[in-house]
């Protein structure tokens, strides 16, 4: 158990609608990255957030946006869902310190469009 | 930019034999260096790193995986495998600089078979 979790498991949906995907860091943890994993793209990273500050962009459409809140833990909205948005989406966090090179995964939401 | 290459999508070894997964990396400085591996219908598990000091790195599950500048390598070793080793795995990469380049570039993944 990496300490990251992540709400819900799995989601099913339609295209055209808006996801909520939760997550929250480990204890401590003031970086929040999200990556999703589909089997075209691979992995990849969308967005980052530093104690409530975005911190970098990554390959994240404009449909989607993320935020952080002041207890740290982070929020991916995913809005006019396509079918290509079909994928496991995780959530990673890192500390400070001499740890702070490594960043820490979740178990991931699966979100499947129908 | 950084990328990283897996060589071998697909790589199967007998049961008790040397397990060898292939990584190299592009970058101008060498990064800090990951192999992460992922079990069906699970999450990232970090399995070991580099950062800095000794290039033999030994990670869980009796894994290591050595840091070579000039190869620019990280290839994942463990001498004997076994039937739990079946699993999916990633080879990453993270700038050493911070404030805002602090992802990981993933390779694209390694599964690895493992024969009865």
């Known amino acids: 158990d990496s300490g990251v979790t992540q709400t819900p498991k799995h989601l099913i949906t339609a295209t055209g609608q808006r996801v909520t995907l939760r997550c929250s860091p480990r204890s401590g943890d003031l970086s929040v990255y999200w990556y999703q994993q589909s089997l075209d793209q691979g992995l990849q990273f969308l967005i980052q957030y530093y104690n409530g500050e975005e911190r970098a962009k990554g390959n994240i459409l404009e449909r989607f946006s993320a935020q952080q809140f002041p207890d740290l833990h982070s929020e991916l909205n995913l809005s006019s869902l396509e079918l290509g948005d079909s994928a496991l989406y995780f959530c990673?966090?890192?500390?400070?310190?001499?740890?702070?090179?490594?960043?820490?995964f979740g178990p991931g939401t699966r979100l499947t469009v129908l | 930019a950084q990328s990283v290459t897996q060589l071998g999508s697909h790589v199967s070894v007998s049961e008790g034999a040397l397990v060898l997964l292939r990584c190299n990396y592009s970058s101008s400085v060498p990064p800090y260096l990951f192999w992460y591996v992922q079990y069906p219908n699970q999450g990232l598990q970090l399995l070991l790193k580099?950062?800095?000091?000794?290039?033999l790195v030994k990670g869980i599950n009796g894994f290591e995986a050595e840091f070579k500048k000039s190869e620019t390598s990280f290839h994942l070793t463990k001498p004997s495998a076994h039937m739990s080793d079946a699993a999916e795995y990633f080879c990453?990469?993270?700038?050493?600089?911070?404030?805002?380049?602090?992802?990981?570039?993933f390779g694209t993944g390694t599964r690895l078979t493992i024969i009865p």
């Open positions: 990673a966090s890192s500390g400070t310190g001499g740890d702070r090179y490594t960043q820490y």
């Open positions: 990453a990469v993270r700038s050493k600089s911070n404030f805002g380049n602090e992802k990981l570039t």
């Open positions: 580099y950062t800095t000091g000794a290039t």
